[in-house]
């Protein structure tokens, strides 16, 4: 059992959406990658994502998945919710820099 990152990335590597999940193999699950793909598409025809990067502008994404060193989500979480936090920090620092 691995717990594994997705990310939905354009070519300069900005992150436009990530998911952590279980995989009891260990092993990159491919119907994780395309749920990933399928909620984004939805969630842009639904309004509630913009179909480009918000740093370059690329529409052009790409899917990747990789594991992590943690075994179960509850191992992860802490790291997990770290990031989220980072991530929260600069995206508001980002957003107050544009005016």
């Keep these: 059992m691995r717990v594994r990152i997705i990310q939905l990335l354009c070519p300069a590597r900005h992150c436009i959406v990530a998911v952590a999940y279980v995989s009891p193999g260990g092993d990159a699950d491919t119907i994780v990658a395309e749920g990933l793909r399928a909620t984004f598409d939805k969630s842009v025809t639904a309004g509630h994502f913009n179909p480009w990067c918000e740093l370059c502008r690329s529409r052009e994404f790409h899917i990747e998945d ?17 990031e989220e936090r980072k991530q929260a920090e600069t995206r508001k620092n980002w957003r107050a820099s544009k005016g």
């Design 66 to 82: 990789a594991a992590t060193p943690f075994a179960t989500m509850a191992e992860a979480l802490p790291a997990l919710k770290e």
